[in-house]
């Protein structure tokens, strides 16, 4: 995270010190560095350069507009999943020529927009989704292109949540039954399956298994192109790591590789759907100590960001860096757990952790928040959802401002309620 350095005893992000940002918007708030995340997409970029390729930015990772925009500048293309997904990343310029739509779930309302759209690829994940397609292009005279993703059975050695490749997980079509599901597609009408797509978790550090995958992607291929299918995409996925603690994950140029090795001389377009690697490493949460307090088995220090902010700890028990944004030599260090305001046990970012001595009123850093963040925040104790910073050098835009009390209440229906008539018998 070298965006993120102590200059004068206080932590920047780029040339703006964190402080002023606290300042400014207040806390907690999502700080995005909008080099770093640059610097990341044109990596892939770099090491894609000679081959025909998209690189889909997964913008389920951080989905504020200012974000896929600066990822679009750049040529980037979209992974969305869901029609909302799908909206953002219009919305904020990605063509739709380079979107790919993949998940489990897809409604025919969210095809017909993705069809509309003209988008490049749905990554269509069951045989009954393959129907449903197939009925809604006909309906509206349009042809629906396509991927099948696969389910490989190949292990990512990640968090069990977030690993999607082996047999037991609900994502994609089995190996051994991919080549008949094409068969299928192509007895159905207004379908061209034209790509295969494979994607077997996320925060994977060891890149042996995704080649792995890849590897009998590219023999499915083999085999479609055999029975005469026009296959022209692989798609392999994100799900490259980063380093939150002491990981060692491979660079973006390692990931280009692995693909592209494995799909060597196969004149296909590569896909790629990185997310967390993008904007992981690029963001923090910005959170102000409310409270120490000790009790008689430990000692907790309560900030003013909850498990509704960044839910990442809560749910995966994942490590994120804790950072005091004041003076780093000066502080001692306190074994503490560092929990929100939240009413849940639940609610935590580090467990028995020595943390920097921050005191009351003092501001810290939750480190590598640009990945998960934001996009996994509810409004859960009616908590208003944080404000989000761009910064780029030395300057800092507000690029989404924090919730409102009205924001909370602004759904529900006010005045007279519009009662139905729900009897059936009558
Ligand atoms: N492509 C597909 C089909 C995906 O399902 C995902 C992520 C990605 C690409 C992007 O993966 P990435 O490059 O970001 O690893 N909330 C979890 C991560 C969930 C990932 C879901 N799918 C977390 O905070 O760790």
């Known amino acids: 995270m070298q965006e993120f350095t102590y200059k004068n005893e206080e932590l920047h992000c780029e040339g703006v010190s964190l402080k002023s940002i606290a300042a400014a918007v207040g806390t907690p708030t999502f700080v995005y560095s909008k080099n770093a995340m640059v610097a990341r997409i044109r990596a892939y970029e770099a090491a894609l350069a000679e081959a025909p390729h998209i690189v889909a930015y997964a913008i389920k990772a951080n989905t504020n507009q200012w974000v896929i925009r600066a990822m679009a500048e750049e040529g980037a293309g979209g992974d969305v999943h869901s029609g909302g997904e799908l909206y953002r990343a ?134 479609l192109r055999q029975r005469n299918f026009d296959i022209q995409y692989f798609d392999a996925g994100g799900g490259l790591g980063i380093t939150y603690d002491t990981e060692e994950p491979p660079e973006p140029d390692a990931h280009v590789h692995a693909a592209l090795q494995a799909i060597h001389a196969m004149n296909l377009t590569l896909v790629l759907e990185p997310g967390r690697a993008l904007v992981g490493n690029a963001g ?111 300057r800092f835009a507000l690029i989404r401002r924090r919730e409102s009390y009205d924001d909370l209440v602004h759904h529900e229906v006010s005045g007279q309620l519009d009662w139905l008539d729900g009897n059936s018998e009558r």
Do not use: W
């Not at 509704?308 to 860096?321: F, K, M, T």
């Open 90 to 223: 219009l919305n904020a310029g990605v063509p739709a020529n380079k979107i790919v739509y993949s998940g489990v779930g897809k409604t025919t309302q969210e095809m017909q927009e993705a069809l509309s759209a003209g988008i490049m690829l749905f990554s269509v994940e069951s045989i009954a989704e393959l129907k449903t397609l197939s009925g809604v292009a006909r309906e509206m005279g349009c042809i629906a292109p396509i991927a099948l993703r696969v389910n490989p059975h190949v292990d990512a050695k990640t968090h069990p949540y977030i690993s999607t490749g082996l047999k037991t997980a609900k994502f994609g079509i089995p190996l051994s039954y991919a080549a008949d599901a094409f068969e299928e597609a192509r007895r159905l009408p207004a379908l061209n399956p034209t790509g295969v797509h494979i994607h077997i978790g996320s925060q994977i550090t060891d890149l042996a298994p995704v080649q792995e995958a890849i590897h009998h992607g590219a023999d499915l291929v083999r085999d």
């Open 284 to 394: 923090v949460l910005l959170t102000r100590v409310l409270y120490h307090k000790q009790t008689e088995e430990k000692r907790f220090v309560v900030i003013d960001a909850g498990m509704n902010d960044l839910l990442r700890p809560s749910l995966y028990d994942a490590y994120h860096e804790i950072r005091a944004v004041d003076d780093p030599g000066a502080h001692e260090r306190v074994v503490a757990d560092l929990v929100g305001p939240v009413c849940e046990e639940g609610d935590f970012f580090a467990k028995n952790r020595a943390l920097p001595h921050v005191p009351g009123g003092g501001l810290m850093a939750v480190m590598s928040a640009g990945a998960y963040g934001f996009t996994m925040a509810s409004n859960y104790n009616s908590r208003r959802r944080p404000a989000e910073v761009f910064v780029d050098g030395p």
